[in-house]
């Protein structure tokens, strides 16, 4: 948390503002009060906070009252409101007038500490975008993709750079970081933005398939080909071709892809005419490249011939920062979709978020979120939502302390493997069901299966 935030506390126990202004100075932060609510209203009237404590049993304006008023004024501004007399009806009464937290006295310094560093955050959010706006360009089109952590900015300040570019984007990352999410950005904020964005799954069909998908078929040319069908390279001429997991392509895909990056012509299966085509490639893989050259499985030729750019989405883990926003998008998403009326999550179902390691990164993220709402009774999903979606294969997951073999510290494909055995076991073998939620293909969960030596 930064230092010296302005920070307005209100209390008519004057013993306890006392304490409250001693422990928040000691804080780093710049400390005033008010001992009624009017005080307080009118102090947010004559200058800016960038947070309120305020209790809510007091004796001219209550702070209930207050809250209500300055939410009217301000509705930016976070404000915690605190009380000895905690009740139910009381808690969902202050979250409905706008509060960002309850917290009952005697005060927990830690737990009131979390909330504010968490209130200021969310406080902080919109000027952090508004900075990550102008760092980008006025005209960058980010599409759907959130973050505003370091580890995101970053990467997206690449995208902006090359996306005007002609070059051969390789975007790499684990599964469900947000790769074709980047590629549309690309797309997006490219000469080519107006022409079509075709996108291609490469593990999604079989080999012989994966040739008439994206080259095309002559009528005629195989068993079920009524038709003539024009392919994707076809289809994306003039815009952009996005080839998500290039990394499955057998070695005779590979040599075809090849030449067709090199030469930009294609040829239909069962056909002979050549035809041109202009396609920028944006291909994308959860694989490393370098190791699988080393295996024999990956062309050293055609992984140069992709990778003229590469761009590497970080994993949820090490951009926690963005959790609480995307889960917040998802919530609004999910509960318009549910029609739930859920306006938010309690820090104590946040913390339980954040501490969580997200092997699945933001398409994980995005199911229990989902999975939360759809089991919520309540206006504020709170920790018990939440360990509902976590307990069985995420609760085993849960963040361990370093060296004990956690997440963490666990190779890649031991993270995959048990993601997959756990959420088998969620799903009682049910693969179909597994495979939806972990968001890949089933015909990817076999792969992965025998990858492991779990089916013949």
Known sequence: MKTKNSVLVVDDDQAHLTMLRTLLTGWGHEVNEADDGLKAIQQVHERSFDLILMDIRMIKVSGLEALAEIKAYNPAIPVIIMTAYSSVETAVEALKKGAYDYLTKPLDFDELRLSMERAMDHSQLREENRLLRESLGSHFDRGNIIGRGPAMVKLLETVAQVATSEATILITGESGTGKELIAGAIHLNSPRKDRPFVKMNCAAVTETLLESELFGHEKGAFTGAHRRKEGRFYQADGGSLFLDEVGEMSLAMQVKLLRVL???????????????????????????????????????????????????????????????????????????????????????????????????????????????????????????????????????????????????????????????????????????????????????????????????
Do not use: C
């Open 262 to 456: 090199q030469e930009m012509e294609i040829t239909r299966v069962g056909g002979e005419e050549v035809i041109n085509v202009d396609v920028r490639v944006i291909a994308a893989t959860n694989k490393d490249l370098i190791q699988e050259i080393e295996t024999g499985r990956f062309r050293e030729d055609l992984y140069y011939r992709l990778n003229v750019i590469n761009l590497s989405v970080p994993p949820l883990r090490d951009r926690k920062e963005d959790i609480p926003l995307l889960a917040q998008h998802f919530l609004t998403v999910f509960a318009e979709k549910n029609q739930k009326q859920i306006k938010g999550l309690t820090p104590q179902a946040m913390d339980r978020l954040l501490k969580y390691q997200w092997p699945g990164n933001v398409r994980e993220l995005m199911n229990a979120v989902e999975r939360a709402i759809v089991l919520s009774r309540s206006e504020y999903l709170d920790e018990q939502d939440m360990q509902v979606v976590t307990e069985g294969e995420l609760s085993r997951r849960d963040e361990v302390p370093p060296g004990h073999g956690g997440p963490a510290n666990m190779p890649l494909d031991e993270v995959e493997k048990a993601t997959i055995l756990n959420m088998l076991e969620s799903t009682r073998g049910n693969k179909s069901e597994a495979a939806r939620r972990l968001g890949i293909t089933r015909k990817t969960l076999h792969k992965k299966l025998k990858k492991y030596g779990m089916m013949p």
